[in-house]
């Protein structure tokens, strides 16, 4: 009979999650070049466009979590995921910040809403992720979103760099980077708390890694179609 693998201590569980960070896409070489002012103005409007399709399924995603989800507590905390793309009432919300930035690096609101940038491996790489947020048990739905783990760090650096690499940016056009460093941290310590709850066996650990792992590819591919679609 063969012996079945030890689980993972929460403490082990959560460091395997982490030492995933090697896999996300601040270290893309397109991420790379745009962070250390190697991008055209151009090719940053291309990036903010694409990443637009991103920014408009974020609530969608979120939206069939909470549809799949039979938990009233984690619907409670989940909404606010929504509430914070779309806004609410005098909150302009996510969404919002990200058509400014359209606007702040000379994109209209037109061409935004109207997706006509948006690149087909793009988009196929966030059907994919909307896609498995409703196909999959919203707990295993959740843990793919784990990767904000790494996010406040990708948006420090945009904060940090582009206003000395990009000057002609307006620098109100940065406000959704500044947002999301506070609202990522939120958005973490509750999600790892639910796939630290939900997957206790060995198996359904290694499961969550095999997500997390999945949602970084999704990540890293809408970077690849960008290179190829937007460098030279």
Same mark, same amino acid.
């Given at each position: 009979?063969?012996?079945? @693998? ?12 982490? /030492? ?6 601040? =270290? ?6 745009? +962070? ?12 903010? @466009?694409?990443?637009? =399709?991103?920014?408009? +399924? ?11 989800? /039979?938990?009233?507590?984690? *619907? ?20 919002? #910040?990200? @058509? +400014? ?23 196929? #790489? ?8 409703? *196909? #999959?048990?919203?707990?295993? #739905?959740?843990? /793919? ?30 406000? =959704? ?6 609202? @990522?941290? *939120? ?25 997390? *792992? ?6 890293? /591919? ?11």
């Amino acid at each position: 009979m063969t012996k079945q @693998a030890a689980v993972w201590t929460p403490s082990q569980f959560e460091a395997k999650l982490r /030492s995933l960070e090697q896999y996300y896409h601040i =270290y893309h070489p397109f991420n790379i070049k745009l +962070n250390k002012g190697e991008c055209s103005p151009a090719q940053i409007r291309g990036w903010v @466009a694409n990443r637009f =399709y991103y920014q408009i +399924n974020i609530p969608l995603k979120d939206a069939a979590i909470m549809a799949n989800c /039979s938990d009233r507590e984690t *619907r409670r905390r989940w909404v606010l995921r929504i509430l914070d793309h779309d806004g609410w009432e005098d909150n302009p919300g996510g969404i919002e #910040a990200w @058509a +400014n930035l359209g606007e702040a690096v000379g994109l209209t609101r037109d061409e935004l809403w109207s997706l006509e940038h948006v690149l087909p491996g793009v988009r196929f #790489a966030v059907d994919a992720y909307v896609n498995f947020a409703r *196909r #999959a048990p919203w707990h295993e #739905a959740v843990c /793919s979103s784990l990767t904000e783990m790494f996010a406040p760090k990708i948006h420090q650096d945009r904060l940090a760099n582009w206003p000395q690499h990009y000057p002609w940016i307006q620098a109100e056009g940065l406000h =959704y980077f500044r947002s999301r460093v506070p609202l @990522a941290k *939120r958005d973490v310590e509750h999600g790892l708390a639910v796939t630290l709850e939900h997957f206790t066996t060995r198996a359904e650990q290694e499961r969550a890694v095999e997500i997390l *792992r999945f949602k970084l590819d999704v990540l890293w /591919s809408m970077m690849d179609a960008m290179e190829k679609g937007l460098m030279p």
